[in-house]
Structure formats: structure tokens, C-alpha cells
């Protein structure tokens, strides 16, 4: 068996029942998987996968090594690691460095040894994994060809460091994809988020107050599925731009501060930290539910809510309840975390399917092109292809540009 730590190899048939079925529902990265089996690309290459370990997220730590790669994988949350996928993938002879609930300092250990492997390339979730790699682990730093990032989170440390002149090798920022963030950031937000909070509730939404923080693709999405379920959806906004984009998709802008004491569902999406702070709680209905959909722990401070409250109860699996001094409750959703993820299972399998296409269409593009260091963007020619595989995989048809009409586009005389 290859090296892992793992909680429970033995957990492997489920894992890899649940692998089976995303992959009956991912045509594209079918379709890529064939084109790399038979060709090889990543032959003698060790890739580090640092995302969320589940069920699409194996598929994908599979087709890469069925396409020459050596695999390691390891959390990049470790609230969202499926033990059992995790153990699939061992099974499998992909190197494993993760176990559901991890601590601080386990999480770091599996980091550090997945870098350990000494990869040419790297697939990161929200920038972990090139922090480290920049901080303590300089040591196979040199060895990097380069990497691609999933997450707005990711790429916007990525942009910082590149600022700063850190950035010491070439990564794709997937995110910023067209075929990433229009329909996995917005539907696949919009749907993960909804049956994240759904099946750790089993409360009805029609009817009541639903507060959507930040209004970027994810928050759109969001705040979309909350209209369709019937509630009366508010979004909070510090950028005047994305506001006005609220109000006319049909929603009520207004401070936080002001939604506070009428929402009975709070999600941050941010990006940023302490968006839901102690003057909010404080504020607050009895029993408002709040959930955080941003990649780090920090939108919803649990600080404030620790200080504030008599005493912390868990109510049901996956809810905190913080019983304050006046009498009220408030429920933290998985203790902060991305609730699509540490509640539930991520984005839908057929909008994965484009994200990780690309993920994978780009590693073989930093590995045939000497990249500078720095952060690049997914070429149009493999953003369009992702999507038109898709169509085609569903059997749909779309027009095509005459000549005449090409030459028009192309022209500028009356
Ligand atoms: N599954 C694997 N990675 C994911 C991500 N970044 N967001 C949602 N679901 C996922």
C-alpha cells in the first residue's frame, strides 16, 4: 500500500461507491480522462492536490494518475475530507495526508507532508498549499513547475504575493475562469450552499428573512436559490457597484447592521473576516441561523460569540447553539466553515466536472509551457473547450458564425 495517514482504509468500498457515481455524472472529465490515459502527459510527474477531499475531488486525484502521475492528496479544510473517498483513493495508489476533523496542528503535519513528495506540479484550494511552500518549506520550492488555483480566496492571495514580488513559480488562477466562476461559483455555490444549510436544519426557508453577504459571484448565487425557495432575501454590500446589481436582480439593500435584527438566516461570502461581529449578535432574533460560505472560518467571529454567550450547546449534528445572557439563541451552522462543504458534499457533480476540466487542462498547459512565475489566466481556447465538450456531451447543438458575419464583427467602416 503507499504511504498515507488516513483514518480508516477499510472505509475504502464506500468511498469508492460514492467516486462510481460522480463519475457516471462528469462527461468532460470522462472525455479528458480517455485523451490522458492514452497519452500519458503527467508520465514521471508527482502532482499534490490540495482541495476539498471528496467524492469529485477523488475522481479527479484519479484521472491524473491514470494519466502517468504520481498522486498525493491532502485537505485543504479538514472539515470537508470524506474518510471514506480519502481511503478509496489509497487503495487506489494515490498518497493521502488527511482525516476528517483535523486539528490546527494535524492539518499542518499532512501540509507538510504531502510537500514532502517533492511535487513538479500542484493543485491548491484557497492558497494553503503555496504558503507553505513560500514559508517553511522553501526547501522543494525549487522543484515546482507550477500550479493552478480553484478559489476566489486562493487567487487573490496569489495576486498579493505576485504584488510583493514572493510568487516564485507560474499559477493558473482556474477561479477566474469563464467556465469556472459563471456557473461553479454562482450555481454550484447557489445549490451547495442551500443543501448545506437544508439538511443540517430541516427548517422550511419560504417565508422567512434570508441575509446574503456579499454579493460576488457565490453570494449571486446564493441569493438566487434563497429567491427561488421563497424567502425574502436582503443582500449586505460595501461595493456600490454589486450593490446596484442587487437591488435590480430584485433584492432589498441595506447595512448589516440593519438586517440584523430581522434576518432569520445570516450567510456571509465574503472573502473577508469578523463580517458578523459582536454588535450584530447583539442584536439579533432568537434563533437566527448563521452560516458561512467563504473559504476561511473568519467571516462570523466566533470570538464575539464565545464572549457573548452564557454557554455553547451542540443543539444537532453540525449546529452550535450560543445561549446569551437576555435569553436568546443563536445557531452557528459547522462551526463556521464552509457550510456546502463541512455540512454537505460541495457542488453538484456536473458543475465540478467543468471546474476540475479545467484544473486538469491546465496542468497540462504549465506543463508544456515555460510559464514565468506569476499568476496567469485559463487560455480562452481551454475555457471555451470545457464548455463545448459539455454541450456536447449533452447532446445539444448551438450556431455557428457565417463567414459574412465574421467579417462584419471583424470590421468597423459603415
Ligand atoms: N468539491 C471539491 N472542491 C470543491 C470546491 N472548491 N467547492 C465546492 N465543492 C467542491
Given at each position: ?5 488516513i483514518?480508516?482504509?477499510?472505509l475504502?468500498p464506500?468511498?469508492?461507491k ?5 463519475k457516471?455524472?462528469?462527461?468532460v472529465?470522462?472525455k479528458?480522462?480517455?485523451?490522458f490515459?492514452e ?9 499534490v ?17 491514470n494519466s ?6 491532502v485537505a485543504s479544510?479538514?472539515l470537508?475530507?470524506q474518510?471514506?473517498?480519502?481511503a ?6 494515490v498518497?493521502?495526508?488527511a ?11 499532512h ?8 511535487p513538479?506540479?500542484?493543485?491548491d ?9 513560500h ?5 522543494v520550492?525549487?522543484n515546482?513547475?507550477g ?16 504584488k510583493e514580488?514572493?510568487?516564485a513559480?507560474?499559477?493558473v ?9 459563471l ?5 454550484g455555490?447557489?445549490?451547495?450552499v ?5 439538511r443540517?436544519t ?5 417565508g422567512k428573512?434570508?441575509?446574503v453577504?456579499?454579493?460576488g459571484?457565490c453570494?449571486?448565487g446564493?441569493?438566487?436559490?434563497a429567491?427561488?425557495l421563497g424567502?425574502?432575501v436582503i ?6 457597484i454589486?450593490a446596484?446589481?442587487?437591488l ?6 441595506m ?9 432569520d ?13 459582536a454588535?450584530?449578535?447583539k442584536?439579533?432574533?432568537d ?8 473559504h476561511f472560518d473568519?467571516?462570523i467571529?466566533k470570538s464575539d460569540?464565545n464572549e457573548l454567550?452564557?454557554y455553547?450547546?451542540?443543539v ?6 450560543f445561549?446569551l445572557?437576555?435569553?436568546?439563541s443563536l445557531?452557528?451552522?459547522a462551526d463556521?466553515r ?8 460541495g457542488h453538484?457533480?456536473?458543475?465540478m466536472?467543468?471546474?476540475f476540466?479545467l ?5 497540462y498547459?504549465?506543463l508544456k ?6 499568476v ?5 481556447e481551454?475555457?471555451s473547450?470545457?464548455?463545448?465538450v ?13 463567414p ?11
Amino acid at each position: 500500500m503507499v504511504e498515507s495517514m488516513i483514518k480508516d482504509i477499510n472505509l475504502a468500498p464506500q468511498g469508492q461507491k460514492k467516486i462510481d457515481w460522480v463519475k457516471s455524472h462528469m462527461p468532460v472529465l470522462n472525455k479528458l480522462g480517455e485523451e490522458f490515459q492514452e497519452n500519458q502527459p503527467f508520465a514521471g510527474k508527482k502532482i499534490v492536490i490540495c482541495l476539498h477531499l471528496e467524492a469529485k475531488t477523488g475522481y479527479l486525484a484519479l484521472i491524473l494518475k491514470n494519466s502517468g502521475a504520481e498522486v498525493a492528496v491532502v485537505a485543504s479544510n479538514p472539515l470537508s475530507t470524506q474518510d471514506d473517498v480519502v481511503a478509496a483513493l489509497v487503495k487506489a495508489g494515490v498518497k493521502a495526508y488527511a482525516w476528517y476533523g483535523a486539528s490546527d496542528e494535524e492539518y499542518r503535519l499532512h501540509l507538510n507532508k504531502a510537500l514532502d513528495f517533492g511535487p513538479d506540479l500542484i493543485v491548491d484550494d484557497g492558497g494553503d498549499l503555496v504558503s507553505l511552500l513560500h514559508g517553511d518549506r522553501k526547501d522543494v520550492l525549487n522543484n515546482v513547475i507550477g500550479g493552478c488555483e480553484e478559489t476566489t480566496t486562493g487567487v487573490l492571495r496569489l495576486k498579493a504575493m505576485h504584488k510583493e514580488g514572493t510568487l516564485a513559480f507560474p499559477m493558473v488562477a482556474v477561479n477566474d475562469a469563464l467556465s469556472k466562476y459563471l456557473f461553479d461559483n454562482r450555481y454550484g455555490t447557489g445549490q451547495s450552499v442551500w443543501d448545506g444549510i437544508n439538511r443540517t436544519t430541516n427548517l422550511v426557508v419560504a417565508g422567512k428573512n434570508v441575509v446574503v453577504i456579499g454579493y460576488g459571484w457565490c453570494g449571486k448565487g446564493v441569493a438566487m436559490r434563497a429567491k427561488g425557495l421563497g424567502a425574502k432575501v436582503i443582500v449586505c454590500e460595501v461595493d456600490p457597484i454589486k450593490a446596484n446589481e442587487a437591488l435590480m436582480d430584485g433584492f432589498k439593500i441595506m447595512p448589516l447592521i440593519e438586517a440584523a435584527p430581522v434576518g432569520d438566516y445570516f450567510i456571509t461570502i465574503t472573502g473577508n473576516k469578523s463580517v458578523i461581529r459582536a454588535e450584530h449578535f447583539k442584536v439579533m432574533k432568537d434563533q437566527a441561523i448563521l452560516a458561512n460560505a467563504g473559504h476561511f472560518d473568519v467571516e462570523i467571529s466566533k470570538s464575539d460569540l464565545n464572549e457573548l454567550a452564557e454557554y455553547v450547546v451542540e443543539v444537532r449534528k453540525n449546529i452550535l447553539q450560543f445561549q446569551l445572557p437576555d435569553g436568546r439563541s443563536l445557531n452557528l451552522l459547522a462551526d463556521g466553515r464552509l457550510v456546502n462543504l463541512a455540512a454537505g458534499d460541495g457542488h453538484p457533480a456536473e458543475i465540478m466536472d467543468m471546474s476540475f476540466a479545467l484544473q486538469a487542462q491546465s496542468l497540462y498547459y504549465l506543463l508544456k509551457n515555460k510559464l514565468e512565475p506569476g499568476v496567469h489566466g485559463v487560455p480562452e481556447e481551454i475555457d471555451s473547450k470545457v464548455a463545448q465538450v459539455r454541450l456536447e456531451a449533452l447532446g445539444l447543438k448551438i450556431d455557428r458564425l457565417t463567414p459574412e458575419q465574421i467579417e462584419y464583427l471583424a470590421g468597423w467602416q459603415l
